[in-house]
């Protein structure tokens, strides 16, 4: 059974890059037809889905957020970034990554970032 | 974009009770829909895809209808395990995939 683990910083000042890696364990990131994805939520709020990779590397971002997100895929450690640049109050959230095929059928516990001088 | 609306945003209901969620796409995304339970500093879980499809393991009490631009969550019988808060997400979009605002069901 896969399972996935965000780590990166909680805290991050405003006009920074904001930067997490998650790792997969339980199967291989290059094996079955699946995206790796990244999704936040704003404490109290709802989800926003901020974009994909497939282990190609071809990607796909929120349009809302495309100049700022770049996702990247390492198959050699089994991991997947993202990277968010200029980073405001706004930014703050509970960020997941996640296994999808459309629909997303894994999910990481979510690690809380802040975003504060 | 495709913007997804949920109604209602809060639903009261007993343990037994038949409830049923609805979420609008604002164009069509044929089956291409999901719905998902997030409970209190939990990640969601998924229910439903395919707009009808149950995920293995998900009680059968939990069933999904719809197709192009109006679907339903729907369930049977409440156990007290469902309060929770339900997301509806599209995966349809070639620009990217969107969710509902949620609908958080709460002990009537």
């Known amino acids: 059974q896969v399972q996935l683990q965000e780590s990166g910083p909680g805290l991050v000042k405003p006009s920074q890059t904001l930067s997490l890696t998650c790792t997969v364990s339980g199967g291989s990131i290059s094996s079955g037809d699946y995206y790796w994805s990244w999704i936040r939520q704003p404490a109290g709020k709802g989800l926003e889905w901020l974009g994909r990779i497939y282990t190609s590397g071809s990607t796909r971002y929120n349009p809302s957020l495309k100049s700022r997100v770049t996702i990247s895929v390492d198959t050699s450690k089994n991991q997947f970034s993202l990277n968010l640049s200029s980073v405001t109050a706004a930014d703050t959230a509970m960020y997941y990554c996640?296994?999808?095929?459309?629909?997303?059928?894994?999910w990481g516990q979510g690690t809380l970032v802040t975003v504060s001088s | 974009d495709i913007q997804m609306t949920q109604s209602p945003s809060t639903l009261s209901a007993s343990v037994g009770d038949r409830v049923t969620i609805t979420c609008r796409a604002s164009q069509s995304i044929s089956s291409w829909l999901a719905w998902y339970q997030q409970k209190p500093g939990k990640a969601p879980k998924l229910l439903i895809y395919?707009?009808?499809s149950l995920e293995a393991g998900v009680p059968s009490r939990f069933s999904g209808s719809g197709s192009g631009t109006e679907f339903t969550l729907t369930i049977s019988s409440l156990q007290p395990d469902d309060f929770a808060t339900y997301y509806c997400q599209q995966y349809n979009s070639y620009s990217g995939f969107s969710f509902g605002q949620g609908t958080k069901l709460e002990i009537k």
């Open positions: 996640a296994r999808e095929v459309g629909a997303i059928d894994a």
């Open positions: 395919k707009a009808s």
